[in-house]
């Protein structure tokens, strides 16, 4: 299953670190999701969803 937000579809972005020399290498900037029960037309589904979508409101929490 790829790590992507199911609300928003965000996913991984990709950049570099510098180190003090400037030497750059490759790394992965995740985005914050978490696993949460969420009504997914009428039955609860466990997806991943991205804090943002959740702390806006987004998504429908399944109880």
Known sequence: ????????GKGP?????????????????????QKVRVLVGSAPRRVYVCTRCLKAGKVTKAA
Do not use: E, I, Y
Not at 1 to 8: D, F, G, I, T
Not at 13 to 33: C, E, I, Y
């Open 13 to 33: 972005a990709f950049g570099q670190s510098r180190s003090h020399s400037m030497v750059a290498t490759k790394r992965r900037f995740d985005p914050n999701l």
């Open 1 to 8: 299953m790829a790590k992507v937000c199911h609300s928003c």
